[in-house]
């Protein structure tokens, strides 16, 4: 019987490389279902969650509640949460890319650090008139990207 030696510690993928990979994909295939244009922004969605210490999930769940995954926009605005969006106002991105970094800043830094850390009380803040649907949906759509 011939043995053979275990592989070094520098040749073994760590899981928080396969959990981070991982998340990116499940986003993507969570757009490409959808067949949302953010399909290709997968990283910038998990990437910019890790910068700002945000659940990754949030965004994605987020741009389905308001805009079916940026299905239903204001023509090239880029923005698929509704973010900024009451009476005449409309708030527009050059990009998809500055759309899911400014959005994820701002949940991060204006709801997530003053204690606003799930749906409905982001819900509160974020659209406050709502009746609790917006919340129900919001959480419904991260248990789909577990």
């Not at 040749?11 to 295939?29: H, M, P, T």
């Not at 990754?56 to 239903?72: D, G, T, Y």
């Not at 003053?114 to 129900?136: C, D, Q, R, V």
């Amino acid at each position: 019987m011939a043995f053979a030696a275990l592989p070094s510690a520098e040749n073994v993928l760590g899981d928080s490389i396969i959990s981070k990979d991982a998340r990116i994909e499940i986003v993507r295939q969570f757009f490409a279902r959808y067949k949302s244009p953010l399909e290709p922004f997968a990283s910038n969605v998990v990437k910019d969650a890790d910068k700002y210490g945000l659940d990754f999930r949030l965004l994605p769940a987020i741009a389905m509640q308001e805009s079916n995954l940026c299905q239903k926009i204001i023509t090239d605005s880029y923005n698929c949460w509704g973010f900024g969006i009451y009476g005449n106002k409309v708030t527009r991105f050059d990009s998809y890319p500055e759309a899911i970094g400014t959005v994820t800043k701002t949940l991060a830094t204006n709801y997530i650090a003053g204690g606003l850390n799930t749906p409905e009380e982001i819900m509160k803040k974020y659209t406050p008139s709502n009746n609790g649907s917006w919340a129900y949906s919001v959480n419904y759509f991260m248990e789909l990207l577990q």
